[in-house]
């Protein structure tokens, strides 16, 4: 963080500062639920497998998926599918792990000089 993180990290700037990583698989399956919910049959069961399927993705990386994989399947005029949400993954994930790998530098940083925003997996 250079400069940046050292001036507000300094003391008195903030009364604490706050590390938020990717979310581990029960968030990522509490996600998915809830963009998922209304739009396939049984979605307790898929969404299980894809939030243990996404380890790394971000909130964004999740949400992008979803609306990716509704929007294809309602061009081709069919139903949501499994499959369909499991290319999408595919798909994402080279660009997932580069970013994630590209931020390890500041999760050590936030781990010396934060505190945890929650439970980490």
């Known amino acids: 963080m250079g400069e940046i993180g050292l001036t507000m990290t300094r003391s ?4 604490a500062a706050f590390f938020v990583d990717v979310p581990g698989e029960e968030a990522r399956g509490r996600m998915l639920a809830r963009w ?23 909130g964004a990386d ?5 609306k990716t994989a ?5 061009y081709h005029g069919q139903t949501l599918t499994i499959e369909r949400l499991r290319q999408e993954v595919i798909a994402k994930r080279p660009r997932v792990l580069a970013l994630y790998d590209q931020f390890q530098e500041l999760r050590r940083w936030g781990r010396v000089y934060c505190q945890p925003a929650g439970p980490a997996d």
Not at 36 to 58: M, Q
Not at 62 to 66: A, E, I, K, Q
Request: charged fraction near 35%; hydrophobic fraction near 45%.
């Open 62 to 66: 999740l949400h992008s998926l979803v």
């Open 70 to 74: 509704i929007g294809w399947a309602e």
């Open 12 to 15: 008195e700037r903030f009364d």
């Open 36 to 58: 998922l919910a209304d739009k396939v049959d049984r979605h307790e069961e898929l969404v299980a497998t894809l939030a243990a399927e996404t380890d790394k993705f971000s």
